[in-house]
Each structure stands twice: as structure tokens, then as C-alpha cells.
């Protein structure tokens, strides 16, 4: 198989796994006034209502069954996920631990494993840098 983009390496299959577990999701300031603006809330209500802090982050509260507070079969504020969740699996950390791709793919069936590194790095950076466009 060539390996060109990031349809060869990565197809959600919508289980909800990168929904669940510990970790958190951090919400940035605009990520917190889309969702706001979604739930037809204020920001700070948003934040009292749906996130716990991670230091002095923010990030989005789980529910009792591990679950994002926002997951209920699907995401239930797909058209404005926080940046993190749009990102899935093509993380930052991957540039500098490629190696973590692997880690990811052993939770995330959508995953392919064993990319050569260089050509894993390409991809994650072209698809961060669409993310930022």
C-alpha cells in the first residue's frame, strides 16, 4: 500500500473510543465561545457547567461512565468540537513521538500501525496545518 495522506493511515469507525478515559480534553478561549454560542449560553456558564480544571486548563468534564460529558453515542456538539477532538489522531505530539502513534492505535481501531515515522510526520503535519487554515 502507498501511503499518501491521512485517509491511508486513519478511518473513525465512530466507536467513541477517543470520547472516553482520562486524559482531558482541553478547551481553548475559542473553543469555549463557539460551544458557548452552540449551547445558547454565556462562556462562563459553559465553563461551570462542562469543564474541570487541569491545572489552570480547561478541559471538558467526563461523566461518571468515562464518557466526555459531550458523548452520547456520537458528539452531541459535533459542528463546534473543541480543536482537540478535530485533531484526533493527528496530534502535535506526534511531530516530536512518533512512536506515541502506535500507543494510540493499540485504543482506536481506526488507526493504521506501523507508519515509517518520516512519512507518519508528513502527514500529521499536513493535517494539523489544514486544522490551522
Known amino acids: 500500500m502507498l501511503i499518501k495522506n491521512s485517509n491511508n493511515i486513519f478511518e473513525c469507525q465512530q466507536c467513541g473510543k477517543c470520547c472516553f478515559g482520562f486524559g482531558g480534553t482541553y478547551v481553548t478561549k475559542k473553543d469555549i465561545n463557539k460551544i458557548a454560542e452552540y449551547l445558547n449560553i454565556t462562556p462562563g456558564s459553559f465553563i ?4 474541570d480544571k487541569s ?5 471538558l468534564t467526563q461523566k461518571k461512565n468515562g464518557f466526555c460529558i459531550f458523548f452520547d453515542k456520537n458528539c452531541t456538539i459535533h459542528p463546534v468540537k473543541p480543536y482537540m477532538c478535530k485533531a484526533w489522531p493527528f496530534l502535535k505530539t506526534i511531530l516530536k513521538n512518533p ?4 500507543a494510540m492505535a493499540n485504543s482506536c481501531k481506526g ?11 508528513q ?3 499536513m493535517e494539523i496545518q489544514k486544522l490551522m487554515a
Open 111 to 121: 488507526m493504521k500501525k506501523q507508519i515509517p515515522h518520516k512519512i507518519l510526520k
Open 55 to 59: 491545572g489552570t486548563k480547561n478541559i
Open 99 to 102: 512512536e506515541n502513534w502506535d
Open 123 to 125: 502527514i500529521v503535519l
Open 48 to 51: 461551570n457547567q462542562f469543564c
